[in-house]
């Protein structure tokens, strides 16, 4: 961490309005755009100041996106093709 | 409830199989996908997939169409994924400890937060990267992962998750919370870890 940010952290631990815990708390409705307005105003203005809220708010919403790539994997074609072949043969005797 | 599926429903409850095999074309991707993610073995998501679908079939004559089919089907793949871990007994238990995973403050100062790459993307061109991110899905119990797999990878709603899993809204919210905290832990470690090693990160 450079000095600049070290001095522009120390700073936002003193100011008043909401903690990091607190921002830790509602990151998710924040991301999900379920928080209210004006705590969301809030917490917009604490993480002006506080650099590592920031970056911490950045990587959550990067491991949501990481993940959500992964859900455009194809379904193999022999797993489908299996699938058919078995539901035709249990099928019958339903 | 979809008119597609109410359709094909009503087809197949008349007899017609090629209108059931419609239906599976359409979601079997997405079940396959939910059952690889909860089970992290393409055999045991195989099986899964298979049951699933022979216990839709089995249940469409009784299926009263109150909730829509797609939560249906999810809550019957959820529950079959999950027997399966019963059954294996090897799963991480119900506590997750989320805390953990998150910044520690020491003597008021801010915790060190690694900025990560700009294009996150770019770290699933790597399989080692894709690994390691099932493999931290893997390591959260599984009533964390069955809804971080609904909401954000298969995008369902609070409420949808909720009604698929048989829980309120505010336990999905909480529980989504959690797992995300704990997924981005999880992958933070991966990621410095990386940056020590230098660019193996985007590489094949």
Redesign the interface.
């Known amino acids: 961490?450079t000095e600049d940010h070290k001095g522009k952290?120390?700073q936002?631990?003193e100011c008043e309005g909401m903690e990091?815990k607190e921002i830790?708390?509602k990151?998710?409705?924040y991301i999900d755009g379920?928080l209210d307005p004006q705590i969301c105003k809030d917490l917009e203005k604490h993480m002006q100041d506080?650099?590592?809220c920031l970056?911490?708010i950045?990587?959550?919403k990067?491991?949501?996106?990481?993940?959500?790539?992964?859900?455009s994997?194809?379904?193999p074609q022999e797993?489908?093709l299996?699938?058919?072949d078995?539901?035709?043969k249990?099928?019958k005797d339903? | 409830m979809d008119i597609q599926d109410q359709t094909l429903i009503d087809k197949i409850n008349g007899g017609d199989?090629q209108a059931?095999?419609a239906l599976?074309n359409r979601y079997?991707?997405k079940v396959?996908?939910l059952a690889t993610r909860m089970l992290r073995n393409q055999q045991d998501a195989?099986d899964a997939?298979?049951e699933t679908?022979?216990q839709v079939?089995?249940g469409l004559k009784s299926f009263e169409g109150r909730s829509n089919f797609s939560t249906w089907l999810f809550r019957l793949a959820t529950n079959v994924c999950l027997m399966k871990i019963r059954h294996r007994g090897t799963e991480p238990s119900g506590m997750l400890p989320w805390e953990d995973y998150?910044?520690q403050?020491e003597d008021?100062?801010?915790?060190?937060?690694?900025?990560?790459?700009e294009k996150?993307?770019e770290?699933?061109l790597s399989k080692e990267s894709?690994e390691k991110?099932m493999e931290a899905?893997e390591k959260l119990p599984p009533e964390y992962r069955a809804v971080?797999i609904l909401r954000?990878?298969?995008?369902f709603s609070n409420s949808e998750a909720g009604e698929t899993l048989g829980i309120s809204v505010a336990a999905v919210?909480s529980r989504?919370?959690r797992a995300?905290?704990v997924?981005?832990g999880m992958?933070?470690e991966y990621f410095e870890k990386g940056k020590d090693a230098g660019p193996t990160l985007v590489e094949n």
Request: with cysteine; hydrophobic share 40%; net charge negative.
């Open positions: 961490m952290e120390s936002s631990l990091c830790l708390e990151l998710s409705e379920e506080c650099h590592p970056l911490f950045d990587s959550l990067k491991t949501i996106t990481l993940f959500k790539y992964t859900a994997e194809p379904l797993v489908h299996r699938l058919h078995y539901l035709r249990e099928c339903c | 199989f059931f095999e599976v079997e991707g396959y996908r195989e997939l298979q679908f022979l079939y089995r998150l910044p403050h008021g100062e801010h915790p060190v937060i690694q900025e990560w790459p996150p993307e770290i699933l894709r991110m899905l971080f954000d990878i298969e995008g919210k989504l919370h995300r905290l997924l981005r992958l933070a």
